[in-house]
C-alpha cells in the first residue's frame, strides 16, 4: 500500500484527505516513481473547488498534483535510456503527484541535475514552465522594460529571472518585504496597490514595452494604460480580460516538454535559475499547505514531502 491524496468532491482544504490505496503500477512507455517530493500550484486549488469545472472537471474521487521529483522504482514495457535507481524530475496529467508513489509517462521525465535539490526539482515543473512560456510569449529584448505582476510568486518569481536572462531591464510588482530579494536579483521592485501606474512610471521613464501578468485583479488594464501593445502582454490567469482586450494567455500547456524542463533544471544546477522555497510540508499536512498557498503571499513554491 501507498499513501496518495484525494477528495471526493469540490470544496475548500476540509475536502482533502491522504488515503492508504494501492501501490500503482506502470503500463507500457511508463515509470514508477517514488516521490521526494511534489509541488502545490493555485491551479490545483482552484480544480478543487470546481472554479474550472467546465475546462478541467475532476472525476471523483480524485487525486491531485502535477509536479514531483523522484527515484525510480520500476519500470513498464518500451522504457529505454531509464533505469531503476535513477533521480528524475517530470510531471503527470492525471492529477495524481501528491502520492507515495507516482506513474508517469516516460517522455515527462528528466534527469536531476546535481546541486538541484529535491524540494526545487519537485515544484519546477508547472511554475518553469509557466514562466517560459509566459516571457517567451512578449519577446523581451535587451534595451527594453518589462513588467512582471506577483513577481515574488511561485511562477512571478521565476519569470522576473528568465527576463533578466534575455537582457531586458525587469520591473517587478512585489509587496516591500520582497523588495530586497528583488534587487538582489537585479530586478526593480515596485509596491502594487493604489499609485502604481505612477510608481512603474518613475521606474521606468522611457515606457515599458512588455508585460507579463501572473497575478491577475486588473492588471491587464494597467498593463494596456502603459501603452504596451496587447501582443506583448501575457497573462496566466486573467482569461476574461486576455478575451477581452485580445492579449495572450500563453502559460504551462505552451512549454510542457521534457526538453524544457530540462533546460529549466540545467539553468538551476548552474545557478542561473533561483527557485525560492517558501515552505515544505509533509504529505499528511496538505491541507495546511494549501491554507498558505492560497493566501498568495509567499515567496516562491510550497511543496509536500512524502
Same mark, same amino acid.
Given at each position: 500500500?501507498?499513501?496518495? $491524496? ?23 512507455? +511508463? ?30 474521487? =480524485?487525486? +491531485? ?15 529505454? %535510456?531509464? !533505469? ?11 492529477? =495524481? ?21 529535491? %524540494? ?6 508547472? !511554475? ?13 529584448? %535587451? ?6 505582476? #506577483? ?5 512571478? =518569481?521565476? @519569470?522576473? +529571472?528568465? !527576463? ?6 525587469? $520591473? ?20 502594487? #496597490? ?5 510608481? $512603474? #512610471? ?21 498593463? *494596456?494604460? *502603459? ?28 512549454? @510542457? ?30 491541507? @495546511? ?18
Amino acid at each position: 500500500m501507498a499513501r496518495a $491524496i484525494r477528495f471526493d468532491e469540490y470544496g475548500d482544504v476540509e475536502v482533502l484527505r491522504v488515503e492508504d490505496v494501492p501501490k500503482p503500477a506502470p503500463g507500457r512507455g +511508463q515509470v514508477l516513481v517514488e516521490v521526494r517530493a511534489a509541488g502545490i500550484n493555485p491551479g490545483e486549488a482552484a480544480v478543487r473547488k470546481g472554479l474550472f469545472h467546465e475546462r478541467y472537471p475532476a472525476t471523483f474521487p =480524485s487525486g +491531485q498534483g502535477s509536479d514531483f521529483a523522484g527515484v525510480v522504482a520500476s519500470l513498464g514495457e518500451d522504457v529505454e %535510456e531509464i !533505469a531503476v535507481g535513477d533521480e528524475v524530475i517530470g510531471w503527470v496529467d492525471t492529477r =495524481s503527484s501528491h502520492a507515495d508513489f507516482v506513474v508517469a509517462e516516460a517522455s515527462n521525465l528528466t534527469p536531476r541535475p546535481d546541486g538541484v535539490p529535491w %524540494e526545487v526539482a519537485g515544484s519546477l515543473f508547472v !511554475a518553469g514552465t509557466t514562466a517560459y512560456a509566459a516571457v517567451g510569449a512578449v519577446c523581451p529584448r %535587451e534595451g527594453e522594460t518589462v513588467v512582471v505582476s #506577483g513577481a515574488a510568486g511561485g511562477v512571478g =518569481s521565476l @519569470a522576473v +529571472q528568465l !527576463a533578466k536572462l534575455s537582457g531586458a531591464t525587469v $520591473i517587478g510588482l512585489a509587496g516591500e518585504a520582497n523588495h530586497a530579494w528583488l534587487r538582489e536579483l537585479g530586478v526593480i521592485p515596485v509596491a502594487y #496597490g493604489d499609485g502604481v501606474l505612477g510608481r $512603474i #512610471g518613475e521606474a521606468a521613464p522611457d515606457g515599458v514595452h512588455a508585460f507579463v501578468d501572473t497575478f491577475g485583479s486588473g492588471y491587464v488594464e494597467l498593463a *494596456l494604460h *502603459l501603452g504596451i501593445h496587447p501582443g506583448r502582454i501575457d497573462t496566466i490567469i486573467d482569461f476574461a480580460a486576455a478575451a477581452k482586450y485580445n492579449v495572450k494567455t500563453e502559460g504551462n500547456a505552451a512549454a @510542457a516538454s521534457a526538453d524544457v524542463l530540462r533546460e529549466l533544471s540545467l539553468l538551476v544546477g548552474k545557478g542561473l535559475l533561483e527557485v525560492p522555497v517558501a515552505r515544505v510540508y509533509p504529505l499528511d499536512e496538505v491541507r @495546511a499547505a494549501y491554507r498558505e498557498l492560497e493566501k498568495r503571499h509567499t515567496r516562491g513554491k510550497i511543496v509536500l514531502r512524502p
